[in-house]
């Protein structure tokens, strides 16, 4: 993937302290690194709309996030909350033995979402762009 910008879904753990960090003026970074890599704004829309964890906050994860690598990940639990997509101006990754961790710094781009269906008119511009 290209450097900046970059797009990626977060949920409801990081998304409100994304927006205190632009509320207060704050630069924000994810310290916790994420084996979810970047996408493009358009992939990252479309993927809070159609996987249904980060669409839908009475979503519920299944029996494999367990074994996912994120410890916030326990079988059964509500996503709750609001998520976002949210664009980062860069991004850093690191490859160990068994996977890729990403780090993402410099938010370009933050649409938050109770429900991921409010981005569909975003979508829509995002798609109708010439390639």
């Not at 205190?20 to 994810?30: C, D, E, K």
């Amino acid at each position: 993937m290209e450097r900046g910008p970059v797009w990626r879904v977060v949920g409801a753990a990081e998304s409100p302290a994304i927006a205190g960090a632009l509320a207060a003026g704050q630069p924000y970074r994810n310290l916790a690194p994420t084996m979810e890599g970047p996408g493009h704004r358009a992939c990252m829309l479309y993927a809070a709309m159609v996987c249904p964890y980060p669409a839908r906050p009475n979503a519920r994860l299944r029996a494999g996030a367990a074994g996912s690598g994120d410890p916030a990940a326990v079988r059964g639990a509500v996503r709750g909350g609001a998520g976002a997509v949210v664009g980062f101006g860069d991004y850093e990754y690191a490859a160990t033995g068994a996977q890729v961790l990403f780090r993402f710094l410099d938010v370009v781009g933050f649409l938050p979402h109770e429900s991921a269906d409010e981005h569909l008119a975003e979508l829509r511009v995002e798609l109708a762009k010439p390639s």
